[in-house]
């Protein structure tokens, strides 16, 4: 086994690398591998009778990118834009299997740590309005719940804010 891979397989043991983040008063977090890029906040471009949860526009490597407050969505309270807000982007696979930019607005955006797999549990409390909140795990900090970017639209809003997902819904 090579240097590489030993230490490869010695930090997977330690847990996958998750950004740390706020909503109200408790931590979540998002895996890294889904996440394409963390900004400070940006100026958006409104859209117009959008869902008061959805923030706007900006553009990210030349494209235009959909922005969801999680703050908003979760709790009808929208982030405040703090030094720690940050604008995180993720990928977002459509039902299509396409991979699509989305940013999120996240609050106290500023840690990552290393949560172990096997000792996230199964979420208890499993309500239909909000797919998108995953696992939990206990941390020396107190509890963490994951969240599933897969799970964040609704068809109507992924219609809204992922090109072609119409087109994904007729064919899905």
């Not at 847990?15 to 958006?44: N, T």
């Not at 964040?152 to 007729?170: I, N, S, W």
Request: charged residues 15%.
């Amino acid at each position: 086994m090579s240097l590489r891979s030993h230490h490869q397989q010695s930090l997977r043991q330690r847990g996958e690398l998750h950004l740390l983040f706020s909503l109200g008063k408790d931590r979540y977090a998002l895996d890294v591998h889904a996440i394409s890029a963390v900004l400070p906040l940006q100026r958006l471009k409104s859209i117009p009778d959008a869902p008061s949860w959805v923030s706007g526009l900006f553009v990210f490597r030349g494209e235009p990118v959909p922005v969801i407050d999680l703050s908003q969505l979760a709790f009808a309270t929208p982030a405040q834009a703090r030094a720690s807000t940050r604008l995180v982007v993720v990928k977002y696979l459509t039902a299509n299997a396409a991979t699509v930019q989305l940013g999120l607005i996240l609050e106290q955006a500023t840690d990552t740590q290393r949560l172990l797999d096997e000792a996230f549990s199964p979420n208890p409390l499993q309500n239909p309005a909000t797919p998108y909140l995953g696992m939990v795990q206990q941390t020396a900090q107190g509890m963490v719940q994951r969240i599933s970017v897969e799970q964040l639209l609704t068809d109507e809003v992924r219609a809204l804010l992922v090109h072609g997902a119409v087109d994904d819904a007729a064919h899905g």
